[in-house]
């Protein structure tokens, strides 16, 4: 597979998830039962990721390999993808929490929040890596030599840090309805995955022959 391909097949069902998220999102009126449609929104989230995701594998497959395998495959990654989002929207739960986030007054919001970010933000490692402790040294930028491991460094920081600078229009006097805890953290780290796919297709190329080349040197 060119690069090219492997790149277009990586931020593809990312991609397709974003787009309807954010178009279901924008035909509501979000801050009216703000947590029921953001739970909404995660379940249309992990639906077309997974379809996405199961067209890229039966692209990628040979044609000797069985439709049946390709499905359960495709099965037990959405499954892990949702553990591995359970257990990060904990975490981001928490970190929230600390940064300011509602605790006891909308902890609801904060946690659906978590959970939609988390969703979002794992997915690229949920789809491409074995949830094993060598490979979480991705997320600081182990192994950039490799298209996968970019898209995961990417994609995770792209949708957190969005949801983290999106926190700053909450506290302005707009008086504006989206203004709402959790609606700029649900925008901002979908405007932030969007961005870091830019940045991928941008970068990538650069960095993995930075990384080879300083590999070879080493040796």
Known sequence: MTDTKEKLSLIFPGLVSVILSIFFASQQ????NT????????????????????FVLLQQKTKNSKTKNIFLETIQNALKHFYISIATSFFLFVVAVLLGAP?????NSTFIWAFNTAL????AF????????ENLNIAMGDRM???????VFFSLWGS?????????VIPLDWDRPWQ?????????????????????????????????QKGSKIN
């Open 120 to 123: 979002l933000s794992t997915s």
């Open 180 to 212: 709402k805890w959790p609606i700029p953290g649900f925008l901002g780290a979908h405007f932030g995955y969007l961005i870091s796919i830019v940045l991928f297709l941008i970068l990538s190329g650069t960095i993995k022959e930075y990384h080879k």
């Open 35 to 54: 947590n029921f449609l953001l739970l909404e929104i995660s379940v249309i989230s992990v639906i077309s990721h997974s379809v996405a995701n199961y």
């Open 126 to 133: 949920s789809w491409t890596f074995t949830f094993e402790y």
């Open 160 to 168: 957190l840090l969005g949801s983290w600078l999106s926190a700053f």
């Open 29 to 32: 009126e979000l801050y009216n």
């Open 145 to 151: 030599d490799t298209l996968k491991a970019q898209w």
């Open 103 to 107: 605790l006891f007054s909308d902890y």
